[in-house]
């Protein structure tokens, strides 16, 4: 069992950045792979960042290469979302998860958190 808490999320202009954490409980957490999605209203729930923990690969979506980043501590049991040059239509419920499979693009994970909000001003 894994659970799972995001925090920092919040208000800010177009351009700025942020960084959500995610905190994780359980044992394993080293041997899962975690991902990072989001939900905007009215649109469907989209796949951010994922990040394997056997290898360190990662994927991201288009919509963000290059201005996201995801990354982990293993010791601290935290993933982590530095997200940078935003834009207004980055503003969502971000949301952390985890799971045992292994291919980055599947979006089944297995544990999710509450989620936390990101807002864009333009």
């Known amino acids: 069992q894994v659970q799972l808490v995001e925090s920092g999320g919040g208000l800010v202009q177009a351009g700025g950045s942020l960084r959500l954490s995610c905190a994780a409980s359980?044992?394993?957490?080293?041997?899962?792979?975690m991902g990072w999605f989001r939900q905007a209203p009215g649109k469907e729930r989209e796949l951010v960042a994922s990040?394997?923990?056997?290898?360190?690969?990662?994927y991201y979506a288009d919509s963000v290469k290059g201005r996201f980043t995801i990354s982990r501590d293993n010791a601290k049991n935290t993933v982590y979302l530095q997200m940078n040059s935003l834009k207004p239509e980055d503003t969502a419920v971000y949301f952390c998860?985890?799971?045992?499979?292994?291919?980055?693009?599947?979006?089944?994970?297995?544990?999710w958190g509450q989620g936390t909000q990101v807002t864009v001003s333009s």
């Open positions: 359980g044992r394993t957490f080293s041997r899962y792979t």
């Open positions: 998860a985890a799971k045992k499979g292994i291919i980055l693009t599947v979006e089944t994970y297995e544990y």
């Open positions: 990040k394997r923990w056997s290898d360190g690969m990662t």
